[in-house]
């Protein structure tokens, strides 16, 4: 059974970073592109980020384009977000994915997938 932990959100001031990270387990994740995604109260979930199987190619939402860096550690199973200069934009529930594509080109691979075990997620709170 696929299972993924989201974890490292928390409340921080406009401006301030912070790290998220996300551990999966029952699937291939060492061969699968994987997703960042966030949900804000009364919106629809968005994809935020791609990384390929073996991270040489990344896709950004254009929101996110500067600020955020993800990273994938195949050995440990574990994705990451990197975020920095936060905006109260940014406040939104976090969580990580097998992505659509495989190649994490163009629009479609932060398309929010069908048929995912979706985990809890990680809430991120950026104060102004």
């Known amino acids: 059974q696929v299972q993924v932990v989201e974890s490292g959100g928390g409340l921080v001031q406009a401006g301030g970073s912070l790290r998220l990270s996300c551990t999966a387990s029952g699937l291939s994740f060492d061969s699968l592109a994987m997703d960042w995604f966030r949900q804000a109260p009364g919106k629809e979930r968005e994809g935020v980020s791609c990384?390929?199987?073996?991270?040489?190619?990344?896709n950004y939402v254009d929101s996110v384009k500067g600020r955020f860096t993800t990273s994938r550690d195949n050995g440990k199973n574990t994705l990451y977000l990197q975020m920095s200069d936060l905006k109260p934009d940014d406040t939104a529930m976090y969580y990580c994915?097998?992505?659509?594509?495989?190649?994490?080109?163009?629009?479609?691979?932060?398309?929010?997938?069908?048929?995912?075990?979706w985990g809890q997620g990680t809430q991120v709170t950026v104060s102004s």
């Open positions: 994915a097998a992505a659509v594509t495989g190649d994490c080109s163009g629009s479609r691979s932060l398309e929010v997938p069908p048929n995912r075990n």
């Open positions: 990384i390929t199987w073996n991270g040489s190619r990344t």
